[in-house]
């Protein structure tokens, strides 16, 4: 099946800095990938899906200037958490949709653990 | 607004018994997409199984089957001769055909495998 790749897989950070996760689409070209986020034992929650090109669009209660998105080329989409703060620490998953097809499922990448001190 | 509900937040199975967890979804759409992903500890999300709504039948995959019920709005997922490496937490999720479309997930059931 397609591969997404995600890096860093883990980070730790200071209050106050910003970090970059990279997602990226390896064996195929993602016009749209998406973005998660996970606290423990509960469900993936949609943050944002990023559109090749384009800005991405934000879920409800999202906050645009605090989690940027960006999706510069079709296997390559990055999410920026600025001036993190310790409740930023969160487990992060991307996922993306091979361009030009209807099929159903999204592929993930590995996840990235943020730990904000 | 699409819904996916399970209600059961843990079950446990013994190994080499059959297990099903359920799943409901609530949705005016007619054709969709519904999938049951797998989420074992190392966090990484895995497709288990995949339905497309117009096909009225079930999907299989090795020791995974479904009970696709489009009227009641139901998606269980039935998993036999169940093993150790099955242990995870298991989400439902929607999606509507349409290009592009969100992806819904359920808040997940933690299948622990009794040895």
């Known amino acids: 099946g397609a591969v997404v790749s995600q890096h860093p897989s883990r980070v730790i950070c200071k209050s106050g800095t910003s970090v970059k996760i990279e997602c990226r689409s390896l064996?195929?070209?993602?016009?749209?990938m998406f973005w998660y986020r996970q606290f423990p034992k509960q469900s993936l929650m949609l943050m944002a899906t990023s559109n090749e090109g384009s800005k991405a669009t934000y879920e409800q209660g999202v906050e645009k200037d605090k989690f940027l998105i960006n999706h510069a080329s079709l296997t390559l989409s990055t999410l920026t958490v600025t001036s993190a703060h310790p409740e930023d620490s969160s487990f992060y998953i991307c996922?993306?949709?091979?361009?030009?097809?209807?099929?159903?499922?999204?592929?993930f990448g590995e996840g990235s653990r943020l730990t904000v001190l | 607004a699409q819904t996916v509900t399970q209600s059961q937040p843990e079950m446990s199975v013994q190994e080499a018994e059959t297990v099903t967890l359920s799943c409901t979804y609530d949705t005016s759409e007619s054709d969709y997409y519904l999938f049951w992903y797998k989420q074992p500890p190392s966090r990484q999300m895995i497709l288990v199984i995949r339905q497309e709504a117009y096909k009225q039948q079930n999907a299989t995959e090795n020791r995974f089957s479904v009970n696709f019920q489009k009227a009641a709005k139901s998606f269980s997922l039935k998993i036999s001769d169940s093993q150790l490496g099955d242990a995870a937490m298991y989400f439902c999720?929607?999606?509507?055909?349409?290009?592009?479309?969100?992806?819904?997930f359920g808040k997940g059931i933690t299948l622990s495998v009794r040895p």
């Open positions: 999720a929607y999606r509507p055909r349409e290009a592009n479309s969100k992806l819904t």
């Open positions: 996922s993306a949709r091979p361009a030009g097809t209807g099929a159903g499922e999204l592929f």
């Open positions: 064996d195929f070209q993602a016009t749209t």
